[in-house]
T-cell receptor, first 114, second 112 residues
């Protein structure tokens, strides 16, 4: 079985500050991991994915995430927040073998203040 | 390539009615998944179809059903609507089982 825990339903940062959104996973087999972003009244857009290649993954809009097996974590970071980053972010996991569906975390709403 | 297309974008229905939502996946994607998104429950998996066969099913009552056609387009149906069915219904397609999901913009269903 697999699951994802996102710490913090809301994260507030100032424009220009570091963004850190936390994601921890549990999976019975090595997983693939994804981060998605959702803007109001839209679907989810893929930010980045980890598929067992490099542990540091770069995505769109300046975001990156690091896979740490020892900590079962896949935290999302961005060095400098923009107002346009305000959205809801979802971490998701799927086993890298067998057939299964994506399991999503509850989401973290990122608030960016001027 | 065109993205995942969902129609309609908004729907208002009355309790007891039924509704059909439509999804056209990205060209070449044979897998289509459906999710229900609500503020309280987050993203909940409904079902996934691959080449017209249901591959996985979430924990929803039998009022929720779906199907996939030979051109990979999918529909989901909800019968005997309840107030709690009000949600954003998201469709997503993928190329193979561990590929990322690509989402449509959803159908916002309001049940009154």
């Amino acid at each position: 079985a697999q699951s994802v825990t996102q710490l913090g339903s809301h994260v507030s940062v100032s424009e220009g500050a570091l963004v850190l959104l936390r994601c921890n996973y549990s999976s019975s087999v090595p997983p693939y991991l994804f981060w998605y972003v959702q803007y109001p009244n839209q679907g989810l857009q893929l930010l980045l994915k980890y598929t067992s290649a490099a542990t540091l993954v770069k995505g769109i809009n300046g975001f990156e995430a690091e896979f740490k097996k020892s900590e079962t974590s896949f935290h999302l970071t961005k060095p400098s927040a923009h107002m346009s980053d305000a959205a809801e972010y979802f971490c998701a996991v799927i086993p890298n073998s067998g057939y299964s569906t994506l399991t999503f975390g509850k989401g973290t709403m990122l608030l960016v203040s001027p | 390539k065109a993205g995942v297309t969902q129609t309609p974008r908004y729907l208002i229905k009355t309790r007891g009615q039924q509704v059909t939502l439509s999804c056209s996946p990205i060209s070449g994607h044979r897998s289509v998944s459906w999710y229900q998104q609500t503020p309280g429950q987050g993203l909940q998996f409904l079902f996934e179809y691959f080449s017209e066969t249901q591959r996985n099913k979430g924990n929803f009552p039998g009022r929720f059903s779906g199907r996939q056609f030979s051109n990979s387009r999918s529909e989901m149906n909800v019968s005997t609507l309840e107030l709690g069915d009000s949600a954003l219904y998201l469709c997503a397609s993928r190329q193979e089982h561990n590929s990322p999901l690509h989402f449509g913009n959803g159908t916002r269903l309001t049940v009154t």
